[in-house]
Protein backbone atom coordinates (compact mmCIF):
# COMPACT_ATOMS: atom_id res chain seq x y z
CA UNK A 1 0.00 0.00 0.00
CA UNK A 2 1.23 3.34 -0.70
CA UNK A 3 1.83 6.01 1.87
CA UNK A 4 3.79 8.25 4.43
CA UNK A 5 5.79 6.19 6.97
CA UNK A 6 7.19 8.24 9.89
CA UNK A 7 9.66 6.82 12.66
CA UNK A 8 10.26 6.81 14.86
CA UNK A 9 7.11 6.99 16.65
CA UNK A 10 7.90 8.12 19.65
CA UNK A 11 11.46 10.33 20.38
CA UNK A 12 13.43 11.39 23.30
CA UNK A 13 16.20 14.25 23.22
CA UNK A 14 18.65 15.13 25.89
CA UNK A 15 19.98 18.94 26.19
CA UNK A 16 22.12 19.97 23.29
CA UNK A 17 21.35 16.92 21.29
CA UNK A 18 20.48 17.14 17.59
CA UNK A 19 17.82 14.75 16.40
CA UNK A 20 17.14 13.59 13.11
CA UNK A 21 13.17 12.58 12.37
CA UNK A 22 12.35 10.16 9.29
CA UNK A 23 10.29 10.54 6.56
CA UNK A 24 9.58 8.39 3.64
CA UNK A 25 6.97 8.40 0.81
CA UNK A 26 5.91 6.10 -1.77
CA UNK A 27 3.25 7.82 -3.41
CA UNK A 28 5.71 9.56 -5.87
CA UNK A 29 4.35 12.74 -4.61
CA UNK A 30 7.09 15.68 -5.84
CA UNK A 31 6.25 18.15 -2.77
CA UNK A 32 6.92 16.87 0.90
CA UNK A 33 6.20 18.96 4.32
CA UNK A 34 6.74 19.48 7.74
CA UNK A 35 4.33 20.90 10.34
CA UNK A 36 4.49 20.81 14.24
CA UNK A 37 1.53 20.63 16.62
CA UNK A 38 1.87 21.56 19.77
CA UNK A 39 -1.20 20.24 22.25
CA UNK A 40 -4.68 21.44 21.67
CA UNK A 41 -2.92 23.19 18.89
CA UNK A 42 -3.19 23.65 14.90
CA UNK A 43 -0.31 22.68 12.31
CA UNK A 44 2.75 25.30 11.92
CA UNK A 45 4.57 24.77 8.92
CA UNK A 46 8.13 24.29 9.54
CA UNK A 47 9.62 23.31 6.02
CA UNK A 48 8.71 22.46 2.85
CA UNK A 49 10.25 21.15 -0.53
CA UNK A 50 8.31 20.76 -4.05
CA UNK A 51 11.63 19.58 -5.87
CA UNK A 52 14.37 17.39 -4.97
CA UNK A 53 17.31 19.29 -4.33
CA UNK A 54 15.15 22.29 -3.42
CA UNK A 55 13.41 23.24 -0.12
CA UNK A 56 11.64 26.51 1.66
CA UNK A 57 11.39 27.94 5.53
CA UNK A 58 7.81 27.71 6.28
CA UNK A 59 6.43 29.70 9.12
CA UNK A 60 8.62 28.60 12.21
CA UNK A 61 11.91 27.34 10.58
CA UNK A 62 14.33 28.30 13.22
CA UNK A 63 15.87 25.86 15.21
CA UNK A 64 15.27 23.14 12.23
CA UNK A 65 16.89 22.08 9.39
CA UNK A 66 16.05 19.74 6.50
CA UNK A 67 17.55 17.85 3.24
CA UNK A 68 15.68 16.59 0.12
CA UNK A 69 18.55 14.39 -1.52
CA UNK A 70 15.58 11.70 -2.77
CA UNK A 71 12.56 12.13 -4.01
CA UNK A 72 10.91 9.53 -1.22
CA UNK A 73 12.64 10.84 1.48
CA UNK A 74 12.60 14.30 3.63
CA UNK A 75 14.65 13.99 7.22
CA UNK A 76 13.73 16.84 9.64
CA UNK A 77 16.62 17.21 12.43
CA UNK A 78 15.74 19.48 15.35
CA UNK A 79 18.99 21.22 16.64
CA UNK A 80 19.93 22.26 19.83
CA UNK A 81 19.04 25.74 18.81
CA UNK A 82 15.58 24.91 19.02
CA UNK A 83 15.00 25.66 23.14
CA UNK A 84 11.30 23.60 23.11
CA UNK A 85 10.73 21.24 20.74
CA UNK A 86 8.64 18.85 22.71
CA UNK A 87 5.58 18.61 20.04
CA UNK A 88 4.06 16.26 17.66
CA UNK A 89 5.82 16.36 14.29
CA UNK A 90 4.20 15.77 11.40
CA UNK A 91 4.71 14.92 7.65
CA UNK A 92 2.87 15.07 4.27
CA UNK A 93 3.39 15.07 0.98
CA UNK A 94 1.14 15.70 -2.43
CA UNK A 95 1.63 16.06 -5.95
CA UNK A 96 1.89 20.04 -5.81
CA UNK A 97 -1.07 20.78 -7.45
CA UNK A 98 -3.98 23.26 -6.43
CA UNK A 99 -6.60 20.75 -7.16
CA UNK A 100 -4.55 18.01 -4.63
CA UNK A 101 -4.60 17.26 -0.82
CA UNK A 102 -1.88 16.85 1.22
CA UNK A 103 -1.30 12.80 2.58
CA UNK A 104 0.20 12.78 6.45
CA UNK A 105 2.02 10.00 8.43
CA UNK A 106 0.88 9.28 11.38
CA UNK A 107 3.59 11.56 13.29
CA UNK A 108 6.48 11.76 15.63
CA UNK A 109 6.05 12.54 19.54
CA UNK A 110 9.21 14.24 20.56
CA UNK A 111 9.79 14.81 24.07
CA UNK A 112 13.21 16.59 26.17
CA UNK A 113 14.30 14.12 28.78
CA UNK B 1 -4.18 36.90 1.51
CA UNK B 2 -5.27 33.56 2.19
CA UNK B 3 -7.15 31.81 5.23
CA UNK B 4 -9.02 29.48 7.11
CA UNK B 5 -11.78 30.19 10.08
CA UNK B 6 -13.28 27.77 11.83
CA UNK B 7 -15.77 27.79 15.02
CA UNK B 8 -13.59 27.00 18.32
CA UNK B 9 -14.47 24.15 20.03
CA UNK B 10 -14.96 21.59 21.73
CA UNK B 11 -18.55 21.04 20.31
CA UNK B 12 -20.33 18.42 22.33
CA UNK B 13 -22.92 16.17 21.19
CA UNK B 14 -25.06 13.54 22.02
CA UNK B 15 -25.25 10.27 19.69
CA UNK B 16 -27.44 10.58 16.72
CA UNK B 17 -27.94 14.11 16.84
CA UNK B 18 -26.44 16.70 13.27
CA UNK B 19 -23.11 17.83 13.21
CA UNK B 20 -22.57 21.40 11.71
CA UNK B 21 -18.76 22.86 11.84
CA UNK B 22 -18.58 25.80 10.31
CA UNK B 23 -15.66 26.92 8.14
CA UNK B 24 -15.16 29.79 6.33
CA UNK B 25 -12.35 31.05 4.05
CA UNK B 26 -10.49 33.99 2.43
CA UNK B 27 -8.46 33.76 -0.79
CA UNK B 28 -6.94 35.54 -3.70
CA UNK B 29 -8.01 33.30 -5.97
CA UNK B 30 -10.62 29.94 -6.44
CA UNK B 31 -8.82 27.51 -4.40
CA UNK B 32 -9.36 23.68 -3.59
CA UNK B 33 -11.35 23.13 -0.22
CA UNK B 34 -10.79 20.31 2.21
CA UNK B 35 -11.67 18.79 5.23
CA UNK B 36 -9.27 16.24 7.25
CA UNK B 37 -9.90 14.36 10.69
CA UNK B 38 -7.37 13.33 13.28
CA UNK B 39 -8.49 11.37 16.13
CA UNK B 40 -5.45 11.05 18.95
CA UNK B 41 -2.04 10.21 18.56
CA UNK B 42 -2.68 9.86 14.70
CA UNK B 43 -1.79 11.60 11.58
CA UNK B 44 -4.18 14.10 9.93
CA UNK B 45 -6.76 11.97 7.07
CA UNK B 46 -8.74 13.51 4.46
CA UNK B 47 -12.24 13.34 5.31
CA UNK B 48 -13.56 14.54 1.71
CA UNK B 49 -12.96 17.67 -0.92
CA UNK B 50 -14.31 20.21 -3.29
CA UNK B 51 -12.46 21.74 -6.18
CA UNK B 52 -14.72 23.97 -7.34
CA UNK B 53 -17.70 26.20 -6.26
CA UNK B 54 -20.86 23.97 -6.15
CA UNK B 55 -19.08 20.94 -5.49
CA UNK B 56 -20.25 18.58 -2.75
CA UNK B 57 -17.59 16.22 -1.06
CA UNK B 58 -19.07 13.44 0.86
CA UNK B 59 -17.24 10.62 2.64
CA UNK B 60 -18.68 8.29 5.55
CA UNK B 61 -21.85 10.28 6.33
CA UNK B 62 -19.86 13.80 6.25
CA UNK B 63 -20.35 16.05 3.81
CA UNK B 64 -19.25 19.47 2.92
CA UNK B 65 -20.24 22.21 -0.01
CA UNK B 66 -18.56 24.60 -1.76
CA UNK B 67 -20.03 27.64 -1.49
CA UNK B 68 -18.38 30.80 -3.20
CA UNK B 69 -20.77 32.89 -2.75
CA UNK B 70 -20.51 32.78 1.37
CA UNK B 71 -16.44 31.54 1.21
CA UNK B 72 -18.00 28.65 3.23
CA UNK B 73 -17.23 24.45 3.61
CA UNK B 74 -19.37 24.01 6.10
CA UNK B 75 -18.78 20.31 7.56
CA UNK B 76 -22.40 18.29 7.89
CA UNK B 77 -22.97 14.81 9.28
CA UNK B 78 -26.78 13.73 9.74
CA UNK B 79 -26.38 11.38 12.72
CA UNK B 80 -23.39 11.52 14.59
CA UNK B 81 -21.58 8.16 16.69
CA UNK B 82 -19.72 7.99 19.55
CA UNK B 83 -16.35 6.69 16.93
CA UNK B 84 -16.69 10.46 15.08
CA UNK B 85 -15.45 11.53 18.28
CA UNK B 86 -11.70 13.38 16.80
CA UNK B 87 -10.51 16.84 15.88
CA UNK B 88 -11.70 18.40 12.39
CA UNK B 89 -9.10 20.59 10.23
CA UNK B 90 -10.58 23.05 7.50
CA UNK B 91 -7.98 23.79 4.63
CA UNK B 92 -7.20 25.15 1.72
CA UNK B 93 -4.92 24.73 -1.21
CA UNK B 94 -4.07 27.95 -3.54
CA UNK B 95 -0.60 27.77 -4.68
CA UNK B 96 -0.33 26.47 -1.12
CA UNK B 97 -1.88 24.96 1.99
CA UNK B 98 -3.94 26.93 4.59
CA UNK B 99 -5.34 25.00 7.66
CA UNK B 100 -7.89 26.08 10.26
CA UNK B 101 -6.92 25.80 13.84
CA UNK B 102 -9.02 22.61 14.33
CA UNK B 103 -12.35 22.06 15.88
CA UNK B 104 -12.55 19.15 18.58
CA UNK B 105 -16.02 16.76 18.45
CA UNK B 106 -16.78 14.90 21.43
CA UNK B 107 -20.05 12.33 20.65
CA UNK B 108 -21.20 11.21 23.74
CA UNK B 109 -23.58 7.91 23.86
Known amino acids: DGGITQSPKYLFRKEGQNVTLSCEQN?????MYWYRQDPGQGLRLIYY???????QKGDIAEGYSVSREKKESFPLTVTSAQKNPTAFYLC????????????FGDGTRLSIL | GNSVTQMEGPVTLSEEAFLTINCTYT??????LFWYVQYPGEGLQLLLK?????DKGSNKGFEATYRKETTSFHLEKGSVQVSDSAVYFC????????FGSGTKLNVKP
Open chain 2, 91 to 98: ALNFNKFY
Open chain 2, 50 to 54: ATKAD
Open chain 1, 92 to 103: ASSLGQNNQPQH
Open chain 2, 27 to 32: ATGYPS
Open chain 1, 27 to 31: LNHDA
Open chain 1, 49 to 55: SQIVNDF
